[in-house]
């Protein structure tokens, strides 16, 4: 997966702009603006590194004449006490830079841990681990970026990515089966259908109207495993709904191609990491 420079700059910018606004107080009245600092990332905690280079974009946007040496690499397994990256620029917009790209990184790599963890624990079964569109607002490219790099797949980026039919969809067009063939009928063929599915019946419902992809929503574990049963490989089955690292890996037992969690992204916990200056 690769990222596009000019949404990362976008995100960047903004960030920039809430925290600098036009002038910091204590950097700028306090620094030389010739002065130059030796700095580097050093990782607090153990995991999986992710969004070093956008963090390193950070300062490259404050100062042209800024240079790093990357001794880890996005996806990289750390440990505490590991130097991620060296680098050189003016110490006024280091320390400008230093919050945005720190709670860029903290965020992405933490992000990325909690992933790997997750697939970690599927790792004896065919089940894949998978983020939702639970982001946060302006984001979600970040964050899914994150999950790939922990070892995980994304779902869909947004509403035009594929069609999801939930509950809400199904009520208010009468059903499954009818709901699925209106659909269908109106769609490209590029595009795939995943149903929300709350019992077995809505599952063989689901079955029948032919979805792609059958969600099985805040099911048990002996449910699921039933559901699966009842696909039978007619159509990707996705477990979804109060799936935690507790449960995960029973989860993954019964059978399901797919496991997608929200708290992936909308409640992971940040990765530590602390810049130092030389």
Known sequence: MMLNKFYVDEIIKKALEED??????????LIPAEQRNDSYFVAKDEGILCGLDIAMRVFTL???????SALKKDGDKIQ??????????????????ERTALNIIQHMSGIATATAK????????????????????GLRALQKYAVVCGGGRNH??????????????IDACGGIIPA????????????????????FDEVRQAVQAGADVIMLDNMNCEQMAQAVKIIDGKATSEASGNITLE???TVAKTGVDIISLGALTHSVKAFDISMKMK
Request: charged share 30%.
């Open 80 to 97: 505490k006490g590991d130097i991620i990256a060296e680098f050189n620029g003016k110490t006024r917009e280091l320390l400008k830079g």
């Open 118 to 137: 997750a697939v970690e624990l599927c790792k004896e079964t065919n089940a894949s681990v998978a983020d939702t569109r639970k982001t946060l607002p």
């Open 247 to 249: 449960n995960i890996a």
């Open 180 to 199: 699925t063939q209106m659909l269908r009928s109106k769609l490209g063929h590029m595009v795939k259908i995943e149903v929300e599915t709350r019992d």
């Open 62 to 68: 404050l100062d042209d004449t800024f240079t790093f």
């Open 156 to 169: 869909r980026f947004n509403l035009s990515d594929g069609a999801m039919l939930k509950d809400n969809h």
């Open 20 to 29: 600098i606004n036009y002038i910091d107080v204590s950097a700028d009245m």
